[in-house]
């Protein structure tokens, strides 16, 4: 396929995405928001949560097919290949969620 166009078809997949993650965040902040008033910001936090787990996804994933390890590693057997995804992914994400915040010991230390 032309680069192109390839490039072009995958932006419309990440659109598609996106717009489902989109709408699927905000029903879902709609229906967990704890109180009626609370639904407007509810609805915008789940928009946004939709997205930025979504897109990264997307993106990753499609650039992924093109990597040579990847195209490698989709020739094993499916439960391998399974294993495999997920614990590269493990190691990409988990990482960056358990990351300890610096200590902060006095006022001038909250600026930064």
Same mark, same amino acid.
């Given at each position: 396929?032309?680069?192109?166009?390839?490039?072009?078809?995958?932006?419309?997949?990440?659109?598609?995405?996106?717009?489902?993650?989109?709408?699927?965040?905000?029903?879902?902040?709609?229906?967990? /928001?704890?109180?009626?008033?609370?639904?407007?910001?509810?609805?915008?936090?789940?928009?946004?949560?939709?997205?930025?787990?979504?897109?990264?996804?997307?993106?990753?994933?499609?650039? /992924?097919?093109?990597?040579?390890?990847?195209?490698?590693?989709?020739?094993?057997?499916?439960?391998?290949?399974?294993?495999?995804?997920?614990?590269?992914?493990?190691?990409?994400?988990?990482?960056?969620?358990?990351?300890?915040?610096?200590?902060?010991?006095?006022?001038?230390?909250?600026?930064?």
């Amino acid at each position: 396929m032309i680069a192109a166009g390839r490039r072009r078809r995958e932006w419309r997949i990440v659109a598609i995405v996106a717009a489902v993650s989109l709408v699927i965040g905000s029903v879902f902040a709609w229906f967990v /928001a704890p109180t009626p008033s609370a639904r407007p910001a509810s609805l915008l936090i789940g928009i946004v949560n939709g997205l930025l787990v979504a897109v990264p996804a997307t993106l990753l994933e499609l650039r /992924a097919r093109r990597i040579g390890w990847m195209r490698a590693l989709r020739r094993l057997p499916f439960l391998v290949y399974l294993l495999a995804k997920t614990a590269i992914l493990t190691l990409l994400i988990v990482p960056r969620s358990y990351r300890r915040p610096r200590r902060r010991t006095s006022p001038s230390d909250w600026a930064s």
